[in-house]
């Protein structure tokens, strides 16, 4: 059973605003604080501070049987067919699951953002019994784009409102924002009962700004990580994109674990035919060595062709997807798909 922070830790609710004007906003930054600090910013004694840190440890557990458990999960599974056959035999044939955290890893123009909004169409046409969240951090969401793509699918008006109405877009330009509505999200949960998935696109961009394996870094990565989670376990699937770079065999290892001195490099820098394509080299998704731990699928998309002028009027744009990893399943070879104006088909 989930305790809130703020029950947890027995605070108030003035007391959980200062704290997170302070950036305390989990029971992990709390921790990481100094009783002194925590005792400084609520003008409590250090005493009271150290016993509610105690209290976290010693707090009571539901206790529950393996098969138990499993009944309460199979219970709330939902599937989510996205009608892209591409995606959905990856996962079975079935599509994506309640509770999955998917990562969607590849180059720039490599599709992700387009995979995004037609998964957005397919699965909002076909129910109309959930929400969806899009965690914008790249400001380039755009519904006109989604509408396009409904057009020349010659979906009604009525449905074409009923499907926007349902997505709601946050945009944010750090991981503090983030931390922020996840955290709202958390902790209010009667107002979120119909969201269903939360995309975010991407989660490379608002991590730009760190660099190195600082221990503010860590936390800021940790306390994202926590929230994922403990969203997963209440059947909110995550669609997340992140950027994937390569190197060959001359690669500094080291340089490379950070992902980051690859966000400020050009991607297409080689001059042979296979400039576009990861698959062919060493793959790493950004954001290190314990960000490629959090999520359960990993899904790489892949150049086949790159026209540098098209119109998607008279050309698709061919690539490829693949499973790249999962904790669940052997990684799969790379399928076609193809990106045109009515979406990825």
Same mark, same amino acid.
């Given at each position: 059973?989930?305790?809130?922070?703020?029950?947890?830790?027995?605070?108030?609710?003035?007391?959980?605003?200062?704290?997170?004007?302070?950036?305390?906003?989990s029971i992990h930054t709390f921790l990481s604080h100094s009783d002194r600090e925590i005792g400084k910013i609520l003008n409590i004694s250090t005493s009271v501070i150290a016993e509610r840190k105690k209290n976290i440890y010693f707090c009571n557990i539901d206790v529950i049987n393996s098969w138990d458990c499993l009944q309460e999960y199979m219970g709330k599974l939902e599937l989510f067919r996205t009608n892209i056959e591409q995606f959905d035999e990856l996962f079975s044939g079935n599509g994506m699951s309640s509770g999955d955290l998917i990562e969607i890893i590849g180059l720039p123009a490599s599709g992700k953002t !387009?995979?995004?909004?037609?998964?957005?169409?397919?699965?909002?046409?076909?129910?109309?019994?959930? =929400?969806?969240?899009?965690?914008?951090?790249?400001?380039?969401?755009?519904?006109?784009?989604?509408?396009?793509? !409904?057009?020349?699918r010659k979906i009604t008006t009525n449905v074409q409102s009923s499907i926007l109405k349902r997505v709601t877009v946050e945009r944010v330009s750090t991981v503090e924002d983030i931390i922020k509505v996840l955290r709202y999200i958390l902790d209010t949960p009667t107002q979120h009962e119909k969201l269903k998935i939360i995309m975010i696109d991407s989660i490379t961009v608002p991590f730009y700004f760190y660099t190195g394996h600082t221990l503010f870094t860590l936390n800021? !990565?940790?306390?994202?990580?926590?929230?994922?989670? !403990?969203?997963?376990?209440?059947?909110i699937a995550f669609l997340i994109t992140n950027h994937a770079y390569h190197w060959d065999s001359f690669g500094d290892d080291q340089a490379c674990d950070t992902g980051q001195?690859?966000?400020?490099?050009?991607?297409?820098?080689?001059?042979?035919?296979?400039?576009?394509?990861?698959?062919?080299?060493?793959?790493?998704?950004?954001?290190?060595?314990?960000?490629?731990?959090?999520?359960?699928?990993?899904?790489?998309?892949?150049? =086949?062709?790159?026209?540098?002028?098209?119109?998607?009027?008279?050309f698709k744009i061919e690539r490829s997807i693949s499973l790249f990893s999962s904790k669940f399943a052997a990684p799969t070879s790379p399928k076609l798909f193809h990106i045109t104006n009515k979406g990825i088909t």
């Open positions: 059973m989930e305790h809130s922070f703020q029950t947890r830790l027995n605070l108030t609710t003035s007391e959980v605003e200062i704290l997170k004007q302070h950036g305390i906003f !387009m995979l995004l909004n037609t998964i957005i169409i397919n699965t909002l046409e076909q129910a109309d019994d959930f =929400n969806i969240l899009f965690i914008d951090t790249k400001y380039d969401f755009q519904p006109i784009k989604l509408s396009k793509i !409904m057009d020349n800021l !990565m940790t306390e994202v990580v926590e929230l994922l989670r !403990m969203l997963s376990r209440r059947n001195e690859n966000l400020n490099s050009n991607p297409f820098s080689s001059s042979d035919d296979s400039q576009y394509s990861v698959s062919k080299k060493k793959v790493k998704p950004a954001l290190g060595k314990y960000w490629e731990t959090v999520c359960e699928h990993k899904v790489l998309l892949d150049f =086949n062709d790159y026209p540098h002028d098209f119109d998607f009027d008279f």
